[in-house]
């Protein structure tokens, strides 16, 4: 096992990663190395996906299966060994039945077919043990002697962001929204991982195209959640119980959320949102459910104490999933691409035996204060008041913006974007995204001129909502985004906050400041070279951080 | 008395800290401390609790000598349940932290729905939940067990649930008949449907583990199929398609029970299969004729490999079959063991 994916992963004098049986996560050996030698065989799939378009072909049912099967190896998603080794299975099948169908149009077409090596023609042991044996030549570290820690690091880099842009996509899949482009942005990515890339250069470069790819999807995703829910709304959401029986909602998936709505309508079941699920109070068509009552909790990291607590179900739809504790393991459901063994699974969307363990659980037996807190200021709110912002900044009143977003984790040092979030003066306004801003969103931070401090944009997946409120900013202001008086500070955790990091990066936004750790697979001279090309910086203090932004904005 | 403290390290490395008197146990410690240890009987004949004792005196109480032999004490294993400190201890534990429930351990009623004699001196008993305030639910790992009290007695017995966690109240236990047993006797003399009867749980470590891939053979002894029943219900709830061989056991074709459920279960579970052994059967019996230990050394002989071993039953059967399962060279960390009896 090798695995440095996420923040969390081990960091030692040594060398940094997790190569113990089991990760920091609660990834074990075993699923780590069949979730690297399914992405061995996902490349494979690219391989002969992206060779069949060049026949006109469109294989996108394929890429669905890879968006899922790469979601599944995100960091808390899914933990089941035994899911991977059939997913492996299913890899194997895809990939067959693309490579019959492009050898078959070749010789059509008397085209000679390219041989394809490696996972092309790469055939999944039928023992455990010999999966393990294959998975060690599909660790990301494998030519580290050969290439070197920065090589590494790059394709790594690469394969996270790939990772992130697919979680987010198959979020829009749910949806129903797919793009052709998109699916072959992954084919051609992967398939260039593939070949074994050994040139710096050219890997950064893919990590831009990655990047804007994740832009691509992004937008995809905006208007899968806009066109399905409606455009953001302003509204308060009560963060207090309310007495009756209760589902808890976690994760990113909107649609599953709806779906539970839709099924659970008239039961006497209230719906609570959790972490990543808050923003799906300001969607309307979302909030219009009566029985969508409110937010349990906070972050990803506190579900110990928050689904112990609950006292009914809990729904775990994408990732953030850590290892159920005893004391609701036998309550808490997953569905999609997450899984923990012996934990039930959702399939196929219905969410009966969530509903039955709902009215079988006791739920709670009274009502507490209610305690406010509002979101819904994603782009078409921002936008809709652009001409109060813009008149605030020149007369003055707003001095700067933050862009405190991303994930929450459990290290210390995630205190600095509290501290941020409380210290920015007065005369700023602090943009948030991601379960990052459970730090302070229950904070009061005020008003300027009836525009509030705290502006909630949404999911981590906003952060295209954040882009567009910048471009346009800048459009007003004639400049470019990094001439604003805007400071990001992104609390990054895992893929999708790399995939969006790799997206700023390729729309040239300079001087980012990333936290609380930096990424263990950027070496030095990786970090060294990306602080060159576009300002990247590790987050300091937030007094400091602070007190450079505000010099930006004097 | 004296206070001393208790370190208790789980198999998976976390630590839990205690004060226990001199005068008491550790389980009975842990228990007043909201720190409930997997154990069954509490009494030293199941060894569910046993561990080791790495540092510190003790002396131990009365006990089983099939669970725990002269030569593991001498070498300071001890059962949990008959360990009184006389200084600090350090002890490991045999199950993960994820076993040990912190919080009190609460009673609820459940009413008798069923009862009924499956086979000779075997009892099955169905309850359901009573009160509603804690709402429907029945949680549980398979493979955990529930303390039943005899009505006005205050004396509770533990066994393993038969059936798998869930919404509509319902709890499953298969319980053979001893002939000097007290709960034998109340199900004997004056369980009737109806009866309201005070359940504690769920406790115990005993379960599947369920991110292992190897194969996995149940050996079953008698009413020890109650757990390996709830986890082949659980498996077959889900869809999991684990390779499991079941080698059931009892001492004669009289004893057998629940045939048509385990042929049910293999409908649904693609990868089950069954030996049912009966020690001493009639001429015309066409299984297998033996113990399940005996039936498990043709079937590790007959299929080498790697396996987990869950064993449940009588502690000689438990005994024999570990011997079995150790000279096949199954790794010791990959049996897991529960004995009652």
Not at chain 1, 137 to 162: F, P, S, T, W
Not at chain 2, 108 to 127: C, E, H, S, Y
Not at chain 2, 182 to 201: D, T
Not at chain 2, 262 to 286: A, F, I, M, N
């Amino acid at each position: 096992m090798f695995c440095y994916q996420c923040e969390q992963t081990t960091r030692a004098s040594t060398g940094n990663g997790c190569h113990e049986v089991k990760g920091v996560c609660g990834k074990d050996e075993t699923t780590a190395d069949l979730q690297d030698l399914m992405i061995y065989g996902l490349q494979g799939i690219a391989q002969y996906a992206k060779r069949l378009r060049q026949f006109g072909e469109n294989p996108s049912e394929a890429d669905d299966f890879m968006l899922y099967a790469l979601f599944t190896t995100l960091t808390n998603v899914n933990f089941n060994a035994s899911r991977f080794v059939q997913l492996i299975k299913e890899t194997a099948v895809w990939r067959d039945r693309l490579k019959a169908q492009y050898e078959a149009l070749a010789e059509q077409q008397g085209v000679a077919a390219e041989a394809l090596t490696g996972p092309g023609q790469w055939r999944p042991a039928s023992t455990l043990a010999g999966l393990m044996i294959q998975a060690q030549e599909a660790a990301i570290n494998l030519e580290l002697q050969q290439v070197g820690e920065d090589i590494i690091g790059l394709r790594a880099m690469l394969l996270y962001g790939i990772k992130g842009a697919a979680a987010y996509a198959y979020h829009a899949l749910m949806l129903g929204y797919r793009d052709d482009d998109i699916g072959a942005g992954f084919e051609e990515a992967l398939d260039f991982l593939a070949t074994h890339p050994g040139d710096a250069d050219q890997l950064l470069d893919w990590s831009m195209r990655i990047g804007q790819l994740n832009y691509k999807v992004m937008a995809m995703l905006d208007a899968a959640n806009t066109g399905s829910f409606g455009a953001q709304q302003i509204n308060t959401v009560n963060l207090a119980q309310v007495k009756g029986k209760a589902i808890l909602v976690s994760g990113h998936d909107l649609h599953d959320l709806a779906q539970l709505l839709e099924q659970t309508q008239g039961l006497g079941i209230n719906i609570y949102t959790h972490g990543e699920m808050l923003p799906a109070h300001a969607y309307p068509k979302l909030k219009a459910y009566p029985h969508l009552v409110g937010n349990y909790g906070t972050a990803w990291q506190n579900q110990h104490q928050d689904f112990t607590q609950f006292p009914g179900p809990i729904l775990m739809t994408s990732n953030c999933l850590v290892e159920p504790s005893p004391a609701y393991r036998q309550r808490i459901f997953t569905a999609g691409p997450v899984g923990w063994p012996g934990v039930r699974h959702i399939v196929g969307g219905d969410f009966a035996p969530v509903i039955e363990a709902a009215l079988a659980l006791p739920g709670f037996s009274e009502d507490a204060p209610e305690q406010l807190i509002t979101v819904g200021f994603g782009r078409d709110t921002v936008m809709g008041v652009a001409d109060k912002v813009i008149d605030a900044v020149k007369a003055g009143a707003i001095q700067h913006f933050f862009l405190i977003g991303g994930c929450d984790g459990a290290a210390p040092g995630r205190n600095y974007f509290t501290e941020v979030a409380e210290q920015a003066p007065d005369e700023t306004v602090i943009l948030t995204l991601g379960c990052g801003k459970y730090r302070f969103n229950s904070h009061d931070f005020g008003d300027i001129g009836g525009i509030p401090r705290l502006l909630d944009m949404g999911q981590c997946n906003d952060a295209y909502s954040a882009i567009q409120v910048a471009s346009a900013l800048a459009k007003a202001f004639d400049c470019g985004v990094n001439d604003l008086p805007l400071s990001l500070m992104i609390s990054w955790f895992e893929q999708k906050a790399v995939a969006v990091l790799l997206t700023l990066l390729s729309l040239g936004i300079r001087g980012i400041r990333l936290g609380s750790t930096l990424p263990a697979f950027l070496t030095p001279a990786l970090l060294a070279k990306l602080g060159e090309a576009f300002d990247l910086k590790a987050t300091g203090t937030a007094a400091q951080d602070i007190q450079d932004a505000m010099k930006k904005a004097a | 008395m004296s206070e001393h403290q208790i370190t208790l390290t789980t198999r998976d490395g976390h630590e839990v800290t205690f004060s226990c008197g001199d005068s008491f146990d550790v389980v009975s410690a842990g228990e007043q401390a909201a720190i409930l240890l997997p154990s069954l009987c509490r009494d030293g004949g199941c060894g569910a609790c046993v561990g080791h004792c790495a540092e510190g005196e003790y002396t131990l109480g009365e006990h089983n000598a099939g669970v725990l032999s002269e030569a593991a004490v001498s070498g300071r294993d001890v059962l949990l349940c008959r360990t009184y400190p006389q200084s600090d201890l350090k002890i490991t534990a045999p199950y993960d932290y994820a076993h040990i429930h912190f919080g009190h351990c609460e009673a609820r009623n459940a009413v008798i729905t069923g009862l009924k004699t499956i086979a000779d001196r075997t009892v099955r008993i169905r309850l359901s939940w009573q009160d509603e305030e804690g709402g429907k639910a029945v949680e549980f790992e398979p493979g955990q067990c529930m303390e039943l009290e005899i009505p006005d007695t205050g004396i509770r017995r533990a066994y393993s649930l038969a059936n798998t966690g869930n919404w509509r109240g319902e709890l499953e236990f298969l319980i053979r008949l001893q002939p000097e047993g007290r709960f034998s006797g109340y199900l004997s003399r004056g369980a009737e449907v109806g009866q309201i009867l005070k359940v504690y749980g769920p406790s115990g470590a005993f379960g599947l583990q369920s991110d292992s891939l190897n194969p996995a053979v149940f050996i079953a002894g008698g009413t020890g199929l109650a757990p390996f029943l709830s986890m082949l219900r659980r498996l077959a709830e889900w869809g999991e398609d684990r390779s499991i061989h079941l080698l059931f056991g009892v001492n004669r074709e009289s004893e057998l029970f629940y045939i048509d459920e385990l042929d049910r279960l293999k409908q649904q579970l693609p990868g089950l299969s069954v030996t049912l052994c009966v020690w001493k059967p009639e001429p015309d019996w066409s299984g297998f004729s033996g113990t399940p230990a005996e039936a498990l050394q043709h079937y590790l002989q007959d299929h080498p490999g790697d396996y987990d071993i869950y064993l449940c039953g009588p502690p000689l059967l438990v005994t024999a079959a570990t011997q079995v399962a150790l000279a096949r060279g199954i790794a010791e960390q990959r049996i897991f063991s529960e004995k009652f009896g």
